[in-house]
């Protein structure tokens, strides 16, 4: 049975490790701001350039950009956004088991992956099922567009050089403090716009031809829809950190109140049983 010295030594270290929890939710709540202001203003640059990019060329019969050319879907990369650090609940766990269902049910001969984030590139490369063609860690605690560019770079020269046939996109999507959603979108190649009931599309006047528009605005879309990746994922992760050291902080409270009541017992019963022998005593010597 523990004794009383044991509980006191538990409630001290349980103490000690709130501390660190509430530490890590403020942390986090102060990192998510600035993740959440980049998340948001980076949505409206990739969905627009998506919508143009997707009209021009549905506006071109025979489109000669490398990222517009489609090949049977015998190869394919999937790039998959994890978290860096732990202790931010199932958030990298749940991107890593939505890949592998992805990667186990693609009917594509060869599939290979990219993680982004030290969680997912370490269970990748546990499973060893899937080649790694790069991976990328450090980066997704704060989202930069230097690096998005980097990213883009390797899987513009893959779709380029035939190495593979289609990319996707697997990371999940700020929502709100307590709510990430997990988003698969296809990056590469590009569906041209459909038209809309009417028939009818949005149409652009160019000064320029619009092959030599979409030659300078493919690598800018790849670009702005990896950067949406990371800011959104890096938001998600410090909204998910700070939900869970929350947790874990009032879970700390609880225990120690349980504690505490049951050092409590202890004590009682070890003061009523020398309250007893001291009567017994008196008793006896009367």
Known sequence: MPTLLDYRRRIRSVKSTQQVTRAMKFVSAARLRRAQEKAMEARPYANAITELVRSVAARMENPAHPLLSRRPEKRALLVIVTGDRGLAGAFS???????????????????????????????????????????????????????????????????????????????????????????????????????????????????????????????????????????????????????????????AYDLIESLTLQMNKIRQAAITKEIIEVVSGASWSA
């Not at 060869?110 to 990328?136: M, N």
């Not at 998005?148 to 697997?170: P, S």
């Open 93 to 251: 766990s749940n991107s890593v088991r939505r890949g592998v269902e992805f990667l186990k049910t693609h009917t594509a001969e060869k599939v290979e992956v990219l993680p982004i984030g030290r969680k997912g590139r370490d269970a990748f490369r546990r499973l060893q099922k899937w080649p790694v063609v790069s991976e990328y860690v450090g980066i997704t605690s704060r989202a930069e567009f230097a690096k998005a560019r980097e990213i883009a770079a390797g899987v513009i020269a893959q779709y380029a050089e035939d190495k593979t046939d289609a990319v996707y996109l697997l990371f999940q999507e700020f929502k709100s403090v307590i709510t990430q959603k997990i988003v698969f979108e296809k990056l590469l190649p590009i569906d041209p716009a459909a038209p809309d009931a009417s028939g009818s599309q949005v149409d652009y006047i160019y000064e320029q031809p619009a092959e030599q528009i979409l030659h300078g605005l493919m690598p800018r879309y790849v670009e702005a829809r990896i950067y949406r990746m990371l800011a959104d994922s890096s938001a998600a992760e410090h909204a998910a950190r700070m939900t869970a050291m929350d947790a874990a902080t009032n879970n």
